[in-house]
């Protein structure tokens, strides 16, 4: 075979990388991007640290503090970084552990038993990626430093003073791009607060007693985390805008084989189900064995229950697991010593021996509970059955959603107006207000890739509703038909026939209203839309402003400022104001707001779902007071709310 490239590949085109020059050579490998979540993601890994110190029994107080100059500190009361001669590297461990990728206690099983830090290289990534790092461990009544710059020492480790205190110290400055800083990593460097407060709050719910402080010194917000009650508490706030059907949740935990399980659940007014599961702290957002013991469990158990006690007649529906979880707010936490994750990101526990363990032990210990505390299990039957009752109607009115295959457009919604390509992932549909603009949207779009979907007013709040009459409502119907790929349980990614959902409302408070209805069913229904990153938001402009030869769509009311500034006070510009998208003509709405080469749209992602629940449950719910208070505080907000 003719060889076509000349160029010679050899030994000299091996690069080898020397010590951390990996970790700044390829970041997203270590902390999955150099965006806002690689930056959130450093605080992340020195936590964590000190969480294995709190699992290990010997930290109980975690301080973040947040400071004006873009850098962020860490405090823990642990036993400190061993500050020790290493015997193999001859350099003070804690320096070993800094400077050295998967150096740490966290391999041979004697240094920490559980662990959430598991690959060894959390604080060694955090230094190799930080413009300055300086640690100090307090240890044998000694202080002890070393500081750092883009991971390599800037001078020996010293000890600096006398303490009584014990613990250890990371202070950090991301290394962030500027014109002054080419050679940096992170596209941003402003640590958010709400971020950060949602992660250490779940931390402090899942350790119990341990107290985590986050002190912001740009905005001055401080705040402390501290929950004695663990796994019951954070039940209590996933449901604390919801009525309980009992008012305290069930909990379960026990230890088998140096492996812990902690359960708790409780039922809400709500009709759907939170199960959040974690496994060494770790959000296992995919479930695993954990979960599938747990459900297997409940199912079994409560079905027993029901037949034994003759609360479940021959007539009636047999239970099956979404009955039972319908409302539920469930917290599954394990803590193990090998934990085996499937995939990089550690989403899903693959532990074969976890689901026996968690299967047995609820089982036997709800068992009990139902035995000693008839009135509540009856009010769990009767919910269920309820639920159970519904779904066979939703079985019904969901055969009629279902299309048989992709290409099968009969069975389409008569309105939706698709495309021509058949790839999902060079498709996309947008859901538009109205059948006024959604004819302007049909007369704009590029028909080979973009599908449209007028929408007929608000859409059904899924917040309040069940699923049978959710399935029932035309509307809902017509997007479920249109992407195909079914919903709940019945859902599949791999029939999504678009790879982009858009929701295109009006830039008014009504516009605002129906995409968050959109959203909220979305989120309960089809959350894995959301979580694959497969749902955006349309940005119309408010302002189009033109004088002569001058023309400019405007988005906002400071953009129609700056743009007025720039014009000049002399010249009186045309400024006309887009109260709909049916107001723009077709050619207006392509160029604005649906070519790809022009538009702007935010994708809609699920960082955060707890933030996504309570908030959703906010907006969405029955309580009126906390929706009240949401809306005074954020009142500034109201006119452009976005998810």
Known sequence: MENRNTERYDETQIQVLEGLEAVRKRPGMYIGSTDVRGLHHLVY????????????????????????????????????????????????????????????????????????????????????????????VYQDGKVYEQEYERGKPLGDLQVIGETEEHGTLIHFLPDVKSEENPEGVFEVGDFQYDTLKSRLREMAFLNKGIRIRLIDERSGHDHLFHYEGGIIEFVKYINKNKETLFPEPIYIQGTKNDAAVEVAFQYNDGYSETILTFANNINTIEGGTHLVGFKSALTRVVNDYGKRYNLLKSSDVKLEGEDIREGMAAIISVNLIEPQFEGQTKTKLGNSEIRGLVEGMVADKLGAYMEENPAVSKAILERCLSAARAREAARKARDLTRRKTVLESASLPGKLADCSERDPRLCEIFLVEGNSAGGTAKGGRDRHFQAILPLRGKILNVEKTRVDKILANAEIKAMITAFGCGIGEDFNADKLRYHRIVCMTDADVDGSHIRILMLTFFYRYMRPLLEKGFVYIAQPPLYKVSRKNFERYVYDETALEETLKEIGSEPKPDIQRYKGLGEMNAEQLWVTTMNPETRSMMRVSLEDAISAEEIFTLLMGDKVEPRRDFIMENSKLVVDLDV
């Not at 461990?93 to 391999?107: D, P």
């Not at 038993?113 to 100090?136: F, I, P, Q, R, T």
């Open 45 to 136: 890994e020195i936590v964590d640290n000190a969480i294995d110190e709190a699992l290990a029994g010997y930290c109980n107080t975690i301080t973040v503090t947040l400071r004006r100059d873009g850098s962020a500190s860490i405090l823990d009361n642990g036993r400190g970084f061993p500050v020790g001669i290493h015997p193999k590297v001859g350099r003070p461990a804690v320096e070993v552990c800094l400077t050295m990728l998967h150096a740490g206690g966290k391999f041979g099983g004697k240094g920490y038993k559980v662990s959430s830090g598991l690959h060894g290289v959390g604080a060694s990534v955090v230094n190799a990626l930080s413009k300055h790092l300086k640690v100090a």
